[in-house]
């Protein structure tokens, strides 16, 4: 006798909003769909709440008690159904999409008369976004994100008059977005900037502001808007970004661009999926490299061995310390170790007509300490932080795009610039400060691999300091380790070089 499974199990999802969808089951079968969009954050367990046992660790994107979901989610409840057999009732409204053919962005960008040339992979990129009305596009750092987003609120405002808001996370992007907008064609009177300080209120059709300058504001703000697009949207997994986001009920289009987004928790991109969409990804830096659209790339890596008394007395202070005061204890003693600021200084020097940019973690720490060790007559050497206002960051990227001569060099934070800012003319970029973050490093690579002016090959220093002494390790050495990973894994090529710091 043949035995076949029956489907007894019903799921029912309702709208609720652009935002959130409501999940009606019985309990038992919300208890699954609880336990399945759940997951432990990385680091949960230095977390003083859960050291405290007041928290479990997991992150639930939906409990029992209040079935509310992302609505981005709606393709990981459908596999959940499917894996367990489980009847799924989903509301027509969630399923619609929009009608356009296959080279939708090729027709839109003629359209409006844009004054690049569209490849392959962003129409792809471009009609995928416009049929499913949300997405999350993947597309690595140097692909033409800004363009595509161009495009994309081109269509929404011409076709239904839908204003726009575009969420970046600097003034600097505030205004190189725009820039990048109206330089592809755009009036400039569409175009209203917020930053702090600007008035919240204006009717323009591009509206382009740092979260920081909407943190605040009520939702009744957010409503004037269909349309919303997170450019480098892995950052908008902190509460404030994602509080936004949620404002967001009335605007049904929802678009986010990332060149990266972390491998290592689950936490982090199904976040990223419930408030843009599926990820889609048609192009990688691989691909970009091998059809020279960017810049040919490779990886210097330099192991600053340092002598052994150095090393034996280094551990010794360590063991002095507390656990959770070591790492600090080594960045600082690196950024204060003077024959290692020397070496990063003679490396810049060494890198004669050549634009080069150096990035640093520690502001006062670092970041003060090279400024003056890096200057020489004959260079041009800017300095770029937190304090340094937009206007100037976007002056100084003029002038180095702009200016015949190279021989700049731009010492920058890490929170600066190596997300989103786009500079064409970089032949190097020097890690001062390393890190283990996936994120930062392959956006901090992303600056060096944009085309123009001559400058087609670009070149990653990375810097690491081996503290070793028997069988400890230290923590920047470990960090190195997972670089290499990185770089391995997205196939750079690289080579290692151990330098004696003596």
């Not at 929009?98 to 003629?110: I, Q």
Request: aromatic residues 12%.
């Amino acid at each position: 006798m043949e035995v076949t499974n029956q489907v007894t199990d019903t799921i029912r999802v309702e709208k609720i909003n652009e935002v959130y969808m409501k999940i009606i089951s019985d309990a038992s079968t919300l208890q699954e769909i609880t336990d399945f969009f759940a997951f432990r954050p990385a680091g949960y367990q230095f977390s003083p709440k859960f050291k405290a046992r007041i928290w479990d660790g997991y992150v639930r994107l939906i409990t029992p008690f209040k079935p509310l979901l992302y609505v981005g989610l709606l393709e990981h409840l459908k596999k959940f159904c499917e894996t367990r057999e489980y009847n799924l009732i989903i509301d027509e409204e969630l399923q619609e999409e929009s009608n356009v053919p296959d080279d939708y962005g090729y027709e839109l960008s003629k359209e409006v008369g844009s004054k690049l040339d569209l490849y392959d992979y962003q129409n792809d990129y471009i009609v995928n976004a416009i049929r499913k009305k949300r997405s999350l596009s993947l597309s690595p750092t140097s692909s033409g994100k800004s363009f595509m987003q161009y495009l994309i609120a081109q269509h929404y405002y011409r076709a239904f008059k839908h204003r726009v808001l575009v969420i970046v996370p600097t003034i600097s992007l505030v205004h190189q977005m725009a820039g990048d907008f109206v330089e592809y064609g755009c009036d400039p009177k569409l175009i209203y900037k917020i930053q702090g300080g600007v008035d919240k209120n204006t009717n323009a059709s591009f509206v382009i502001s740092t979260w920081q300058s909407l943190q605040k504001l009520d939702k009744d703000w957010f409503d004037q808007f269909r349309v919303v697009m997170g450019d480098e949207a892995h950052l908008f997994t902190g509460k404030a970004l994602s509080s936004i986001m949620e404002k967001c009920t009335d605007a049904p289009y929802r678009f986010g661009f990332t060149g990266t987004i972390s491998s290592d928790s689950k936490t982090h991109q199904l976040i990223l999926q419930g408030l843009f969409g599926e990820v889609k990804r048609f192009v990688s830096t691989k691909d970009l490299i091998d059809s020279g659209k960017v810049a040919t790339f490779k990886v210097k890596a330099l192991v600053l061995t340092h002598p052994k008394e150095i090393k034996t007395a280094f551990k010794k202070q360590l063991k002095t310390l507390e656990s959770s005061r070591r790492y600090a204890a080594e960045r600082e003693f690196l950024v204060n170790n003077n024959k290692r600021n020397l070496f990063i200084r003679n490396l810049v020097w060494s890198l004669e007509g050549q634009n080069n940019l150096i990035l640093f973690e520690l502001v006062e720490k670092h970041g003060k300490i090279l400024e003056p060790l890096l200057r020489k007559e004959g260079r041009h050497l800017h300095f770029i932080y937190g304090n340094t206002p937009g206007e100037e960051r976007e002056r100084i990227r003029h002038l180095v795009e702009n200016d015949p001569v190279k021989n700049h060099d731009i010492l920058a934070s890490y929170g600066v610039f190596s997300t989103g800012v786009s500079l064409k003319r970089l032949d190097n970029l020097i890690l001062a400060s390393g890190s283990k973050s996936e994120i930062r490093i392959l956006q901090s690579i992303g600056r060096t691999l944009r085309k123009g002016n001559g400058s087609d090959d670009a070149t990653l220093y990375d810097i690491a300091d081996d503290l070793s002494s028997g069988s400890y390790s230290n923590y920047t050495l470990d960090h190195f380790k997972k670089r290499i990973e990185i770089y391995s894994s997205e196939q750079f090529p690289f080579k290692i070089f151990n330098v004696n710091l003596t």
